[in-house]
């Protein structure tokens, strides 16, 4: 079986800091890992996603995100956050073999205040 | 890159009427595509997985009889709710699966449909 956690039902972040957003997962299997925003009554839009290779992943809008193996975990992380980018985030995993099915976590509601 | 678009955008619709929903992927060919629904502020459960030209995979507690999904081509599949009441009502959004890509993991979703069942 294969899960996710996000901790975070929201996040609030002063416009300019630094923003993370947490995700850790469990899969049996090398894992593929998804990062999604979700704006008000809109499909979700891709972020990022780890496969393989560097550990840090670089991705849209200036999000990137780091692949910890031994925490299981994949952080969402912005340097500098705009009032923009309030949203809902996904972290979602799949894994090798199984990447018919994509699981996703609950969510997290980011809100960059002014 | 790949889109995929989703018709109607929003619908309602009385209960015990049938609606139905499209999925198409524009630009590529998709042999597997997802359906999923999300309630307000909660995630994305996944409630089947349509193969071109095969019966759909329901997950657990989901009614094959109530969701109707068919997926007849490579860019097109359908969600029907026969029947529909107001518990129904929720934002309905599917995915798609580029199968000539390099990349065969990668789903691509659509806007989404909301549906209202009054």
């Known amino acids: 079986a294969q899960s996710v956690a996000q901790p975070e039902d929201q996040v609030n972040v002063a416009e300019g800091n630094p923003l993370t957003v947490k995700c850790t997962y469990s899969v049996s299997g090398n894992p593929y890992l998804f990062w999604y925003v979700q704006y008000p009554n809109r499909g979700l839009q891709f972020l990022l996603k780890y496969i393989t290779g560097d550990n840090l992943v670089k991705g849209s809008y200036g999000f990137e995100a780091e692949f910890n193996k031994s925490q299981t975990s994949f952080h969402l992380k912005k340097p500098s956050a705009l009032v923009s980018d309030s949203a809902l985030y996904f972290c979602?995993?799949?894994?090798?073999?199984?990447?018919?099915?994509?699981?996703f976590g609950t969510g997290t509601k980011l809100q960059v205040i002014p | 890159g790949a889109v995929v678009s989703q018709h109607p955008s929003w619908v309602i619709c009385k209960s015990g009427t049938s609606v139905k929903i499209e999925c198409r992927s524009l630009?590529?060919?998709?042999?597997?595509m997802f359906w999923y629904r999300q309630f307000p502020k909660q995630s994305l459960m996944l409630m089947a997985t349509s193969n071109e030209g095969s019966k759909a995979t329901y997950e657990q507690g989901v009614e094959k009889d109530k969701f109707l999904i068919n997926h007849a081509s490579l860019t097109l599949s359908t969600l029907t709710v026969t029947s529909a009441h107001p518990e129904d009502s929720s934002f309905y959004i599917c995915s798609a699966r580029d199968s000539t890509g390099a990349y065969s993991y990668e789903q691509y979703f659509g806007p989404g449909t909301r549906l209202t069942v009054t």
């Open positions: 630009d590529f060919q998709a042999t597997t």
């Open positions: 979602a995993v799949s894994f090798s073999g199984g990447y018919q099915k994509v699981t």
